[in-house]
């Protein structure tokens, strides 16, 4: 099966894994208020409205968070949106200054941890998949009580 790819102006999206949506950008540049709303919006067509992780990868490409762009993603969570958490890879130095900023000021409603290797990445937002599959179980209406 083809993997669907999204382009937006200056990344990929796509189902990385089930449950996973990747965001690899491509070049550099600003993430500004229509990239980030193009890119939610894929997200949005990719997670079918089913609870989801985004994997962010800035591939190496300088990538500057524009205010507007951190508050639209800072609102996001797993009460209104289906998001569980958010994984930033930063492979320079620009891009982790620039992913904790926005930890740190934007105070993302979803958890939100940045990593510079994609297996902590994955392996941190399948932990937090899990532990959401665990707390979302509904009950069984036959169990006794």
Do not use: C
């Not at 937006?8 to 449950?19: P, R």
């Not at 993302?108 to 990445?121: G, I, N, S």
């Amino acid at each position: 099966m083809k993997k669907k790819i999204i382009p937006v102006s200056i990344a990929d999206v796509f189902l990385l894994e089930d449950k996973i949506v990747g965001v690899r950008f491509t070049k550099d540049g600003e993430l500004n208020e229509a990239v980030a709303i193009d890119i939610l919006k894929a997200v949005l067509d990719l997670a079918e409205g089913k609870p989801h992780a985004i994997y962010y990868d800035f591939n190496k490409y300088n990538v500057l968070l524009s205010n507007i762009a951190k508050k639209l993603a800072s609102v996001r969570n797993d009460l209104d949106s289906n998001l569980i958490a958010r994984a930033f890879l930063s492979r320079n130095l620009m891009n982790q200054i620039e992913a904790n900023h926005f930890i740190q000021y934007s105070k993302p409603l979803a958890e939100t941890k940045v990593f510079q290797t994609e297996d902590e990445a994955l392996t941190w937002l399948r932990s937090k998949i899990h532990a959401f599959k665990a707390v979302d179980k509904p009950a069984n209406p036959l169990s006794k009580q």
